[in-house]
């Protein structure tokens, strides 16, 4: 069996229409921007259509929770580097964490943590995951390297962004 890739990586470039009076993308868009990028990244690297969940079975994900940290402003028509990696999952729902960074990933510009509970369309209720949706979580799982929580991952980043730039 084909290793599958744990971090997904895609680019894009920041839209006018996204962005403040001072050309910055506007807080609300990087989450957008980010789940953007990991509905196509699923789909470029896994064949995993989320679309076919929601039309064919009934079924998707819904977001319960997000953490978000800015830390340098994403400005218009600057490409962005989006990763995104499944660090935790159940047989109830995944977290998703996403980093936008430069294009060339020398600056972190923000951390996202979403935690998405799986629904069921038909029943409003939520919905347990499928032996074959563990098995993918399984495959493609990247834990992170220690267990912390959103703040002290973002510190580590930051740290380690730190490195980055002084090089």
Request: proline letters at 2%; glycine letters at 2%; charged letters at 25%.
């Amino acid at each position: 069996m084909k290793e599958l890739i744990k971090i997904l990586e895609s680019k894009t470039r920041i839209h006018y229409q996204d962005c403040d009076p001072f050309n910055h993308l506007n807080n609300s868009r990087y989450i957008d921007y980010m789940m953007e990028a990991r509905t196509e990244q699923l789909l470029e690297n896994y064949a995993f259509n989320m679309a076919d969940f929601a039309f064919k079975d009934k079924i998707g994900w819904v977001a319960v929770q997000n953490q978000i940290s800015y830390l340098y402003p994403a400005t218009w028509m600057e490409m962005v580097t989006i990763e995104s990696r499944l660090i935790q999952f159940s047989e109830w729902s995944v977290t998703v964490e996403a980093l936008m960074w430069d294009e060339h990933k020398t600056k972190l510009k923000s951390v996202l943590w979403s935690k998405l509970v799986h629904f069921n369309i038909k029943t409003q209720r939520s919905h347990q995951h499928s032996d074959a949706l563990m098995e993918l979580f399984t495959q493609v799982h990247y834990p992170l390297p220690v267990d912390q929580g959103f703040e002290a991952r973002v510190k580590a980043l930051k740290e380690l962004t730190s490195a980055i730039e002084v090089k």
